[in-house]
């Protein structure tokens, strides 16, 4: 298999421990604002540091960057701030492997995007493949009680589905960000856009907070020790994403990426001892059945 492939089921992974860890700082006090930002305050030095390392190694210098990479760059984590806000709210209204399965509409919207803004279409068996993972997505969302009943939660979806869009805005930006980086290397690209994109985030999140939450900045900083941990499995998972758009189709990605919702699955019933329904069995099936298509398909 491509290493692109490798890599976003390793982003995948580490991006499920995240939301572990992330929807863990909720019980510690601090707002949906600031379990948001603990997600991009270690990223950017990380990552810069990392860049850093990379470019000492090789002894290469930082490449002249286009205007539309940084419009992409921004772009990009302007729309994961909204949709991670969105998917940190979500933990409040649904199961956690629930709510992450909202947010894996994803997957479709990204493949819609990619061909409009990108010019990068997926093809016939690619799109049947991104079909079926949205069924099994679709499938893992329905409550016990039904889209009626009283599991259901109408504003879960709304939130779910914001975040999905969001989400699928910020991959076509970062893909888009990495293809204006005049590099050979896929890794260095990807730390330009990834270190570019976080430093923006950080310091847009940093200026809302001290405006609407005040002293929410300081409550993040005191537990930071709960809150490094999501910092660094943030860059991580951000960092193989990142690679992976550099290397490949954004939907495609996206498409594999949806695995992570197997993980979350596992990690609801590992850290939050939730049960494991029929339906979702059969929701899994039919994700791996998608991810199968896909990895046939590249």
Known sequence: MD???WVTIAAAAVQTLRFVLQKRLKGLGLSTGGATFSRFVFAAP?????????MVAR???L???PAAFWLWAMAGGAAQIIATFCTVALFSERSFAVGIAFTKTEAILVAG???LLLAEPVSLLGLVAILTGTLGVLVLSRPAGGWTGQGASHRALVLGLLAGGFFGLSAIGYRAATLEVDHPLALFRALVALVTATAFQTLAMALWLRWREPGELARVMVRWRAVLPVGVTG???SAGWFIAFALQNAAYVRSL???ELIFSILASVVFFREKVRL???LGMALLAVSIIMIVALI
């Open 46 to 54: 990380i990552a810069g540091a990392a860049l850093v390392a990379l």
């Open 257 to 259: 990426g949806q695995i």
């Open 3 to 5: 290493i692109w492939v």
């Open 279 to 281: 339906v979702e069995v």
């Open 113 to 115: 995007f990619s061909a």
């Open 235 to 237: 860059v991580l998972g």
């Open 59 to 61: 002894g290469d210098s």
């Open 63 to 65: 490449p002249a960057l």
